[in-house]
């Protein structure tokens, strides 16, 4: 049996993957920043849409993470990470959720 917190945690994910899933079906949009809390830190997690095979083929995505401080700018000395240039899921959800995999290695490296 799921708990009250469980589905509120399930529903606040809902809304925050929203404009990922967007990618998916607006043509217009390229990439949606979506800013991320985690350990009392902040990251802004970037998804964006390409078309290696040209605007007729199927699009892929990748991710992008910046650490950012209160008033989203970047943080000189934070955590960074891009998406290997030969990595593209098919995907925006996919692509989102190995750039929060990417985050969770790269803080458990700073405990």
Same mark, same amino acid.
């Given at each position: 049996m799921v708990d009250c917190f469980d589905r509120i945690a399930v $529903?606040? #994910?809902e809304i925050a993957l929203e404009p990922? !899933? &967007? @990618? /998916?079906?607006r043509s217009l949009l390229s990439a949606v920043t979506i800013r991320t809390p985690s350990g009392g830190r /902040?990251?802004?997690?970037?998804?964006? !849409? @390409?078309?290696?095979?040209? &605007?007729r083929s199927a699009p892929v995505y990748t991710w992008s993470i910046t650490e950012i401080d209160g008033q989203g /700018?970047?943080?000189a000395d934070g955590i960074t990470a891009t998406c290997a240039e030969t990595v593209h899921y098919g995907d925006p959800e996919d692509a989102y959720w190995a750039a #929060?995999?990417? @985050?969770? $290695?790269?803080?458990?490296a700073l405990r």
């Open positions: $529903q606040m #994910t990922v !899933k &967007e @990618l /998916r079906t /902040r990251y802004h997690i970037t998804i964006a !849409k @390409l078309f290696p095979a040209g &605007e /700018r970047e943080v #929060t995999d990417a @985050l969770a $290695q790269a803080t458990r």
